[in-house]
């Protein structure tokens, strides 16, 4: 099969995913304005549920395997890929983009972080066309959520007062809490610890809950997704064409960055595709709750609506299969 062909292939056996589907789904009810609602506790604990899953397969699949050179090495290179990307999306979204600084270092957080469900969606798709990855990279995936938004404060200089006043004592503490301890990163990383720790027997006992269950609850979580990114992009005058263009072809130059990466470092066909994913993935949960407490000034309307708005579903309907064809085409 070509390299056109298998995209092709690829792209229809996503867009027929029933996740994909339902996706499509609460896009179109939030497109009509349907009064369709999913909870805002309800998607928080099924965001956190789908964290759980995914970091404590991780951690069983990695005990299994053991502390592997693969893991070293994707971990560092995800770790310089997540610091490094905001810089390079900053200039970018200045001098393309034309956002003020603070917008723009706000933005470059999103896009050098890494999304949790466009991990997941990869994840599955890869498993439905039977291609194999290592468990491990649920641990990159917790590696590459953080590092991102510590560069993008760095590019815009975290607000406050003098560096020794209680009001800048404060705003350091509640920030540094965010951005290590959000529910998130600490339901990631703590359940892939229990993973590694629990192993088989743990898998054998929660097989049901993080195996069975987790297609539902990733259908149920991405029909919010559908609704939410819709009517982000209806309540988003001020994005531009070039935006709009920096939130597809972003995507698709870190893909690429990673995919390069990956052959150098010698990661299987699986590994490189979900490196490439997370890459090519923008945050929508950790980056937006460091941002808010950060630089408060910057502007919400612009990097939620071009990450979830557009980057999300350009990823979920079209980047992952063109991903993953690329890694094929790239291995030969």
């Known amino acids: 099969m070509g390299a056109l062909e298998s995209i092709v292939a690829g792209a229809a056996t996503n867009l027929v995913a029933p996740a994909v589907l339902f996706f499509a789904l609460g896009a179109i009810a939030g497109w009509l304005k349907s009064d369709l609602t999913i909870p805002e506790q309800a998607a928080k604990t099924l965001a956190l549920y789908l964290m759980l899953c995914i970091g404590f397969k991780g951690g069983v699949e990695a005990r299994a395997s053991g502390l592997t050179a693969e893991l070293v090495s994707a971990g560092g290179f995800g770790l ?14 200045r001098g393309f983009g034309g956002l003020d600084r603070v917008t723009a270092a706000a933005t470059a957080a999103h896009y050098g972080s890494v999304s949790v469900v466009t991990f997941a969606a990869g994840s599955e798709y890869l498993r439905a066309i ?6 491990y990279m649920a641990a990159v995936l917790a590696l590459m959520e953080t590092p991102a938004i510590l560069a993008a404060l760095l590019i815009a200089g975290a607000p406050g007062s003098k560096p020794d006043s209680a009001q800048s004592a404060r705003f350091k503490s509640t920030l540094w809490r965010e951005v290590f301890l959000n529910g998130a990163a600490v339901v990631l990383i703590g359940s892939f610890v229990i993973g590694v720790m629990s192993g088989e027997r743990g898998m054998a006992r929660l097989d ?36 709009i263009a920096f939130a ?11 995919l390069l990466g990956a052959q150098a470092l010698h990661l299987s066909l699986g590994d490189a595709s979900l490196l490439a994913v997370l890459s090519a993935s923008a945050s929508y949960i950790a980056a937006p709750a460091a941002m808010r407490i950060a630089l408060p000034k910057a502007d919400a309307g612009v990097y939620l609506s071009l ?18 064809a690329a890694a094929r085409l790239l291995y030969g």
């Open 248 to 258: 597809i072809s972003w995507p698709l130059l870190s893909a690429g960055v990673a």
């Open 80 to 93: 310089v890929l997540s610091f490094a990307a905001p810089f390079a999306a900053y200039a970018a979204l």
């Open 307 to 324: 990450s979830l708005g557009i980057t999300f579903p350009f990823n979920l309907l079209v980047g992952i299969p063109l991903y993953h």
């Open 130 to 135: 039977g291609i194999e990855f290592g468990g």
């Open 208 to 243: 049901l809950f993080v195996n069975a269950l987790f297609q539902g609850a990733l259908c149920l979580f991405l029909l919010d997704m559908g609704l939410v990114a819709s009517r982000r992009l209806a309540e988003a005058p001020k994005l531009n064409v070039r935006l």
